[in-house]
T-cell receptor, first 114, second 114 residues
Framework: NAGVTQTPKFQVLKTGQSMTLQCAQD?????MSWYRQDPGMGLRLIHYSVGAGITDQGEVPNGYNVSRSTTEDFPLRLLSAAPSQTSVYFCASSVQGRVGNEQFFGPGTRLTVL | QQQVKQSPQSLIVQKGGISIINCAYE??????FPWYQQFPGKGPALLIAIRPDVSEKKEGRFTISFNKSAKQFSLHIMDSQPGDSATYFCAASDDYNQGGKLIFGQGTELSVKP
């Protein structure tokens, strides 16, 4: 199993450009989430999905779109990048474990918006 | 608003010492409290988790203490080792109703000196 994979690893954008961060998982997990990590802020939930065709907003959804057409893939779209979106982005898939919902994180995408 | 507050922001401990990280939450609907460990350049990984029906959970050198009335929980790392040097995040969720929607604390950067 590859687990959760994310591409690209690094990306530099100019203000106003659009792009899609890719996320895929091969564990057949129903739940998938996108987080951004900023210094001193922890990880903040952007969007999440409880299954194919179902998405919902997290804490910081503005400026981001998602869709979930398959169980495996959960891309994150930035329609018009802004410097405030400079961050490290993590995708996670999750499943109910022994205690609760256990999240498995990808390696992250480091995005810089100039 | 920050629903999960974590302290300290950084922590330096001598090898063999005890590392203690504290978290406080506000939402009484939270029913699942995991801790995640993150090494530089990697995604977070689940370390240990607890439900509010128990006051303590121990796995090896890692222990969660939970105080429901005070809405606080903490991570204790006994016999801390240099390999424990990482960033630790507490988190919380209303797992029964919104499994997979984690709210994270701000993170604690732990450094264990040899």
């Amino acid at each position: 199993n590859a687990g959760v994979t994310q591409t690209p690893k690094f990306q530099v954008l100019k203000t106003g450009q659009s792009m899609t961060l890719q996320c895929a998982q091969d564990m057949n997990h129903e739940y998938m989430s996108w987080y951004r990590q900023d210094p001193g802020m922890g990880l903040r939930l952007i969007h999440y999905s409880v299954g194919a065709g179902i998405t919902d907003q997290g804490e910081v959804p503005n400026g981001y779109n998602v869709s979930r057409s398959t169980t495996e893939d959960f891309p994150l779209r930035l329609l018009s990048a802004a410097p405030s979106q400079t961050s490290v982005y993590f995708c996670a898939s999750s499943v109910q474990g022994r205690v609760g919902n256990e999240q498995f994180f990808g390696p992250g995408t480091r995005l810089t918006v100039l | 608003q920050q629903q999960v507050k974590q302290s300290p922001q950084s922590l330096i401990v001598q090898k063999g010492g005890i590392s203690i990280i504290n978290c406080a939450y506000e939402n009484t609907a939270f029913d699942y409290f995991p801790w995640y460990q993150q090494f530089p350049g990697k995604g977070p990984a689940l370390l240990i988790a607890i439900r509010p029906d128990v006051s303590e959970k121990k796995e090896g050198r890692f222990t969660i203490s939970f105080n429901k009335s005070a809405k606080q929980f903490s991570l204790h790392i006994m016999d801390s080792q240099p390999g424990d040097s990482a960033t630790y995040f507490c988190a919380a969720s209303d797992d029964y109703n919104q499994g997979g929607k984690l709210i994270f604390g701000q993170g604690t950067e732990l450094s264990v000196k040899p």
